[in-house]
T-cell receptor, first 113, second 116 residues
């Protein structure tokens, strides 16, 4: 079992839909959780960052972390064609030697006009 | 200084040749990371530096790979005797952990290596 599991999709939705992306993980030491967005042939860019459990909202994006279930989610409201990209979850046990990010495979999202 | 810069953007090389990639991190960031990403996969950790010290290497980093960050600024990743399995996107990232807070990394656009 990989440390971080993420359904690679692809996921296709109509413009304006609510998108739900999620990851599960096995390492209970993870306490920093991130979502990165990656456009084709580009590097990942940080979208959302959450420490420990709870919710965080930023515009149309909401990140949720449930450490008891080892499950994290990213919700995109009012999805736009410009949201079409691969979404990568990433997590870390902290700074120092355990600060390295462990990524999921990424979910490819396509938002159709 | 607007972000992490990687050069070249794309490199095509013949099997057996050596290649070297360069990464210029965000200037105030003291940590620099190298990741590798193959098609359909998330980035996988290769190695990281704090200032000029290489603090950790993944088992993915075979002895054909070497990374340096001589003055704690830019870094180079060299692959010797390239193999077709080395074809991937090589991503560099930097960060500045302070006060026990972790804010994730800033990635460059990557160097896409194709070994033919």
């Amino acid at each position: 079992q990989k440390e971080v599991e993420q359904d690679p999709g692809p996921l296709s939705v109509p413009e304006g839909a609510i998108v739900s992306l999620n990851c599960t993980y096995s390492n209970s030491a993870f306490q920093y959780f991130m979502w990165y967005r990656q456009y084709s042939r580009k590097g990942p860019e940080l979208l959302m960052y959450t420490y420990s459990s709870g919710n965080k909202e930023d515009g149309r994006f909401t990140a949720q972390v449930d450490k008891s279930s080892k499950y994290i989610s990213l919700f995109i409201r009012d999805s736009q064609p410009s949201d079409s990209a691969t979404y990568l979850c990433a997590m870390s046990a902290g700074i120092g030697s355990q600060g390295n990010l462990i990524f999921g495979k990424g979910t490819k999202l396509s938002v159709k006009p | 200084d607007t972000g992490v810069s990687q050069d070249p953007r794309h490199k095509i090389t013949k099997r057996g040749q050596n290649v070297t990639f360069r990464c210029d991190p965000i200037s105030e960031h003291n940590r620099l990371y190298w990741y590798r990403q193959t098609l359909g996969q998330g980035p996988e950790f290769l190695t990281y530096f704090q200032n000029e010290a290489q603090l950790e290497k993944s088992r993915l980093l075979s002895d054909r790979f070497s990374a340096e960050r001589p003055k704690g600024s830019f870094s180079t990743l060299e692959i010797q005797r390239t193999e077709q399995g080395d074809s991937a996107m090589y991503l560099c990232a930097s960060s500045f952990p302070a006060r026990q807070v972790f804010y994730g990394y800033t990635f460059g656009s990557g160097t896409r290596l194709t070994v033919v």
